[in-house]
């Protein structure tokens, strides 16, 4: 199956899940899963929102979660307006975190839900910040220096050094 109709399958599978029609625009939708890196985005969770499998094609786990409910009937809903859907009102979770916070909505409120997705997108930010290296002279310039110091640091603390031997276990 090819990946380049994925985000069609996204869309059909949002319309499809959902008995109220969800209006996410391509942008948000794009976002919400490129800025989640296609993972849950409870706390601790590893799960995988998209499997990639080889004879099946791609398996849409992952679900879109409003943090204030379309209806004011619905989880976290507010009777003074419908929550839109709008990156900044989703969450992407896993089904099983989808329907926990939707079942318990009262542990789960709209402020704790919203400091769920900001650590989860810096968390996926700062994985994908490290160090950049134009060539290996580069990239061995920077591990030759971190070997080095902690080559150092072992000097001084590790196992033989004389501050080990002045404070046995």
């Known amino acids: ?89 989703l969450i992407l979770l896993c089904p099983c975190h989808h329907g926990t916070v939707d079942k318990a909505p009262k542990d789960f409120p709209e402020k704790l839900l919203h400091e769920w997705k900001r650590e989860h997108e810096l968390q996926v930010e700062r994985s994908l910040s490290g160090p950049q290296f134009v060539d290996a002279k580069s990239l061995l310039a920077f591990a030759e220096k971190i070997l080095i110091e902690n080559h150092a640091i072992h000097q001084k603390f590790g196992p033989e050094s004389a501050a080990a031997a002045a404070n046995p276990l």
């Open 1 to 89: 199956p090819s990946r380049g109709s994925s985000w069609k399958r996204v869309r059909r599978f949002t319309r499809r899940r959902n008995e109220n029609l969800m209006n996410i625009s391509d942008v948000d939708l794009k976002k919400l899963w490129g800025k989640a890196a296609g993972r849950c985005s409870c706390p601790g969770c590893t799960n995988k929102c998209i499997e990639f499998l080889e004879k099946t094609g791609d398996i849409i786990l992952g679900e879109m979660a409003h943090v204030i409910a379309q209806s004011s009937k619905g989880p976290r809903g507010n009777s003074a307006k419908a929550g839109p859907d709008t990156y900044e009102n």
